[in-house]
Every structure is written in structure tokens, then in C-alpha cells.
């Protein structure tokens, strides 16, 4: 698979000929032209350099080990700009890798876009029906995003971060028929386990056993 990369700006190419495009960014877009996929034709919006989804960035959330946070950042930098947002599937992977980037207060205002998507029928389309992958991108922003959850050589990490606005989230995870309670406030990170067997965790890179009925405080 050919994968068109600019040595000048060290990134992945949307599409080969990207840059050849004018590279205008969102910010500087007439608001009245918004949602382009509404004000637009479908061969305008393909000529110039806006981007509906996260794309290549999306490349970074499945495959995340191959690449480094420094590149991940150089990306992000590089098409958040182009980004239009006009889907479910693009502001809950940007809050993902928002935080991932330690910018929370980015991570979080991707967070509302995604989980007030139709609430706020930022698209003008909810008249259509709801988009049921913006309430999975919720889920997502929240245990992926802020709480950091990641498999990582078989085993289950947390990299817990809390928005500022907040004062605690908690989530379950059933992991190989084993529930995990997790809770994260201002002072820390609590653990707890549901099941039959003791598991071991990480927790910002450190291990943590945790015992069935027992609350573990990191």
C-alpha cells in the first residue's frame, strides 16, 4: 500500500496532491457556508483541502504503537485546521487523541461536540434521526480519552486524566468476564473487581493487583 508522505512537513498525505490544494483553514471559512456538505457541491468539497472525518489521524488511533506521541502531535497539528467535523466519527477520535496529547481542555470541547452532536444538531440534520456513532464516541471519548484505557501487551493500562469542568467520572469494563469499576476524581484513581480471580492492571505505567471485593486507591 503506497502511503504519500511531505518531507517538508513530515506528515502523512490525506490523499496524494493534498498540498496542491488551496489551504485555506476552517477557522478562516465564511461561517454562512457551513455545514460545507449542505452549502456545497460534492465536486467543490472535493477540491479543496477540508476534511469531514478524522482520517489520518484515525490511522493513528488503531495503529498507535507504530507511531511515536511526537508524531501524533505533528499530525494532529497539521489536519485538525482542515477539519470540518461534519461527522459522528471525527470529534470523539480527536478528543482521544486530544488527550492522548495531554490537552485536555481540546479533549474536552471534542468531547461535547461529540456527545452534544444532536442535542445541539450542530450539523442541522437531526431532523434525519440521531447518529448513533456520536453516543458511542461519547463512551469512547470518555474511557479511551480521559480514563486512557489501552490493551497493552495483553493486559489492561489506564492513563487517567480528569477535565477540569469535572469533579469525577466513573465507567465498568468487563474484561474477560471480569468487571472493573473504575473512579477518577480531583485526588486520584480508585479500582475495583468484580470476579472470581485477582488481575493485575497498570496504572500510568506502574502494576496493580487487584483483589476481587476490594477497592484499590491509586
Known sequence: MFFPKSKKHQVF??????????????????????????????????????????????????????????????????????????????????????????????????????????????????????????????????VEGFGGMRTIEDKLNFFPQIPEQWKSYSFKINFRNRIIKVIVDKDGNQFELTGKEEMTIRVNGDRVVLIPGETVTV
Open 13 to 142: 498525505l490525506q490523499q496524494d496532491g493534498f498540498l496542491d490544494k488551496e489551504l485555506i483553514t476552517v477557522e478562516d471559512l465564511d461561517k454562512t457556508q457551513r455545514p460545507i456538505n449542505q452549502k456545497w457541491s460534492w465536486d467543490r468539497i472535493l477540491r479543496s483541502p477540508y476534511i469531514k472525518q478524522a482520517d489520518t489521524l484515525q490511522g493513528f488511533y488503531f495503529f498507535e504503537d507504530h507511531f511515536s506521541k511526537e508524531d501524533l502531535e505533528r499530525h494532529f497539528d497539521f489536519y485538525e485546521p482542515f477539519t470540518v467535523h461534519e461527522s459522528s466519527l471525527s470529534p470523539c477520535v480527536h478528543s482521544i487523541q486530544a488527550a492522548k496529547l495531554g490537552r485536555m481542555k481540546q479533549a474536552y470541547d471534542f468531547y461535547l461536540r461529540t456527545s452534544r452532536l444532536d442535542l445541539d444538531d450542530y450539523n442541522k440534520e437531526v431532523e434525519e434521526g440521531l447518529h448513533i456513532t456520536s453516543m458511542a464516541g461519547t463512551w469512547l471519548s470518555i
